[in-house]
């Protein structure tokens, strides 16, 4: 069983900053690609921003330049430093990962961190 669980999501001011992080545990041998995505109430689940094994980053265009995605391969932990946030970046924010399995990759997902932006 693998396990993402998900902190540092809160409420903040308009240009103010967070940090999530996602830690992984469980039987597995591998992390492959880790992401985030969010989910605004009435709106669909979407990509904020993926790191691959070997540091690769890949970000929404609505995001680049204020967020950075980041992980530590010791701890199993992938971050998102969110900087600049405005109101349009309220939502759910998941913790996504591409596990390695004896079975085969698997999508495992977290349990979701609430981010609200106030103006």
């Known amino acids: 069983q693998v396990q993402l669980v998900e902190s540092g999501g809160g409420l903040v001011q308009a240009g103010g900053s967070l940090r999530l992080s996602c830690a992984a545990s469980?039987?597995?041998?591998?992390?492959?690609?880790m992401g985030w995505f969010r989910q605004a109430p009435g709106k669909q689940r979407e990509l904020v921003a993926t790191i691959t094994s070997g540091g690769s980053t890949n970000y929404a265009d609505s995001v680049k330049g204020r967020f950075t995605i980041s992980r530590d391969n010791a701890k199993n932990t992938v971050y998102l430093q969110m900087n600049s946030l405005k109101p349009d970046d309220t939502a759910v924010y998941y913790c996504?990962?591409?596990?390695?399995?004896?079975?085969?990759?698997?999508?495992?997902w977290g349990q979701g961190t609430q981010v609200t932006v106030s103006s």
């Open positions: 469980g039987s597995f041998f591998r992390l492959n690609v």
């Open positions: 996504n990962a591409n596990v390695g399995l004896f079975v085969g990759p698997r999508d495992y």
